[in-house]
């Protein structure tokens, strides 16, 4: 089995650090990156800046000032900006009958920025992110996710696309009760079919990875890296 000190494993896009402690937990040599500094923490295992630019790994220099050489990355997993892309928020590409063309091109923009982690030339790859509008004709995903599949009682859907990984199963099948950080277009008027778990800081917490999902990542895919023939 491989040593997992050895295996290099970039969280792109994550501020709150927990895929990246979840697979620091288990041995691995794993860094978040974001253009936030990190709420996680360990600002040691987090690169502040242009998460694009740490696909090429190379020397990377942490929050606090150390100096690292990865010559590779093993595992990418990303969760970049969702807010133009998703299906949630395709109601702003119209106003009135008028498809918006600025809001148009912020998606194809947060598309292009999504494809950059897809495409990344590294091995393994997960890319996150809700169920995208049709109008940006994205690539198929590879399953969808639930939180409710890993202990959280909230619906949340959530999309992966994986390359040369497996899918997610889940490990704790629980009854949901609410969603999770709802849109805008959800509502307590709207009644209990509408009912959500409101945050004061819905932004954030909603990009936040349920910690039972982290824990599967890091399990899951984690043993699956250890147990690849060399």
């Given at each position: 089995m491989?040593?997992?000190?050895k295996?290099?494993?970039?969280?792109?896009c994550e501020e709150?650090?927990?895929?990246?402690?979840?697979?620091?937990?288990?041995g691995?040599?794993?860094?978040?990156?974001?253009i936030?500094?990190c709420?996680?923490?360990?600002?040691e295992y987090h690169?502040l800046?242009?998460?694009v630019?740490?696909?090429?790994?190379?020397?990377?220099?942490t929050?606090?000032?150390?100096?690292?050489?990865i010559?590779?990355?093993?595992?990418l997993?990303?969760h970049p900006?969702?807010?133009y892309?998703s299906n949630?928020?395709?109601?702003?590409?119209?106003?009135?009958?008028?498809l918006?063309?600025?809001?148009?091109?912020?998606?194809i923009?947060?598309?292009?920025?999504f494809?950059?982690?897809?495409?990344?030339?590294?091995?393994l790859?997960?890319?996150?992110?809700?169920?995208?509008?049709?109008?940006?004709?994205?690539p198929?995903?590879?399953q969808?996710?639930?939180?409710?599949?890993?202990?959280?009682?909230y619906?949340?859907r959530?999309c992966?696309w994986?390359r040369?990984?497996?899918?997610l199963?889940?490990?704790?099948?629980?009854?949901?009760?609410?969603?999770w950080c709802?849109?805008?277009?959800y509502?307590h008027?709207?009644?209990e079919q509408?009912?959500?778990m409101?945050?004061t800081?819905r932004?954030?917490?909603?990009?936040?990875?349920?910690p039972?999902i982290a824990?599967a990542?890091?399990?899951?895919?984690?043993?699956?890296?250890?147990?690849?023939?060399?």
């Amino acid at each position: 089995m491989k040593d997992p000190t050895k295996i290099n494993v970039l969280v792109a896009c994550e501020e709150s650090q927990r895929v990246c402690m979840a697979f620091r937990e288990r041995g691995f040599n794993a860094f978040s990156c974001d253009i936030q500094e990190c709420s996680g923490g360990h600002p040691e295992y987090h690169i502040l800046g242009d998460a694009v630019k740490a696909l090429d790994a190379g020397e990377i220099t942490t929050m606090d000032g150390q100096t690292h050489s990865i010559p590779k990355w093993d595992l990418l997993i990303a969760h970049p900006p969702c807010t133009y892309l998703s299906n949630a928020g395709a109601r702003h590409l119209w106003k009135g009958h008028q498809l918006q063309a600025d809001r148009v091109m912020l998606g194809i923009k947060a598309r292009d920025f999504f494809m950059e982690f897809y495409r990344a030339k590294i091995p393994l790859v997960a890319v996150e992110n809700p169920v995208p509008s049709k109008i940006f004709v994205m690539p198929e995903h590879s399953q969808i996710i639930q939180p409710y599949h890993f202990g959280h009682p909230y619906t949340k859907r959530t999309c992966l696309w994986l390359r040369n990984l497996p899918p997610l199963e889940p490990t704790n099948i629980v009854e949901p009760t609410e969603t999770w950080c709802p849109s805008g277009s959800y509502s307590h008027k709207h009644g209990e079919q509408h009912k959500g778990m409101f945050t004061t800081d819905r932004a954030k917490n909603r990009s936040k990875t349920f910690p039972g999902i982290a824990k599967a990542m890091a399990e899951q895919w984690g043993d699956y890296i250890l147990q690849e023939d060399e």
